[in-house]
């Protein structure tokens, strides 16, 4: 069997970091509070990672909105009764070790030892992408405080009353599904302030506005030059 290109876990934990540090930066800042649980990444056992493990794992929880502090490998999973989900995607643990090699001089019999030092990977789900683990692997819920209130609810409350968008609450991601055709928002108690709710909220109308005005050109494109594709994408600015 043929296998797949080898995996360059370093480069994965490299870009990893740039892509968090990127997205941290001001002036933008998640407005809402995304890890329940918190904390720096522990091992199955209760054992904190430690090193690059600790850093990539807790970037990667902030990343997905894991609210669970455990990370384990499939098979500890299924040893504690749990059962990953299907379509979850692991994340790769790495450890350093080193090995002695002892070489014989063929010529005068003399030995010498030299140090080789190695990287091994091997791969752990967060406890929130594992569903049947006894409870301790995932946080109780925290209520979580009302957001400051703004002093322009009123203007808020105009602004948004005339436009008719199917607004959902849940999970910890912010986004307008365009298949969906609706905006997804995490609970408002989750935002740090009544500004920052409606700050992500107009983010997320303003996507509508951006796909239909796409979806408008591409029609007038299709029905005006319904035989020149290139000519089509390079006013709507989408690629051939």
């Avoid at 991601?173 to 935002?191: H, M, N, T, V």
Wanted: charged share 20%.
């Amino acid at each position: 069997m043929r296998r797949g290109p080898k995996r360059d876990v370093a480069q994965e934990i490299t870009n990893l970091i740039i892509a968090r540090i990127e997205a941290g930066t001001m002036p933008w800042r998640r407005p809402w509070k995304k890890t329940g649980a918190g904390g720096a990444p522990l091992r199955a056992g209760g054992l904190p990672y430690t090193g690059i493990n600790r850093l990539y794992l807790w970037a990667v929880a902030d990343c997905f909105g894991y609210a669970s502090r455990y990370w384990m490998t499939y098979r500890q999973a299924q040893e504690l009764g749990g059962q990953v989900r299907k379509g979850e995607t692991a994340e790769p643990s790495i450890y350093f070790n080193s090995t002695s090699k002892t070489d014989v001089d063929q010529a005068t019999g003399e030995e010498t030892s030299k140090t080789i030092r190695f990287m091994r990977s091997y791969s752990v789900f967060n406890a929130s992408q594992i569903e049947g683990l006894p409870p301790h692997f995932y946080p109780s819920p925290v209520p979580e405080a009302p957001p400051q209130p703004s002093v322009k609810a009123a203007a808020i409350q105009a602004f948004f009353a005339p436009i008719p968008a199917d607004i959902r609450h849940g999970g910890d991601r912010a986004f307008f599904s365009p298949g969906g055709d609706y905006i997804q928002l995490p609970e408002r108690g989750a935002f740090r302030t009544e500004d920052g709710y409606v700050a992500t909220k107009a983010h997320e109308v303003c996507n509508i506005a951006s796909v239909l005005i796409s979806r408008t050109v591409d029609g007038l494109c299709a029905l005006l030059f319904p035989n020149h594709r290139t000519a089509c994408c390079a006013i709507s600015g989408r690629e051939s």
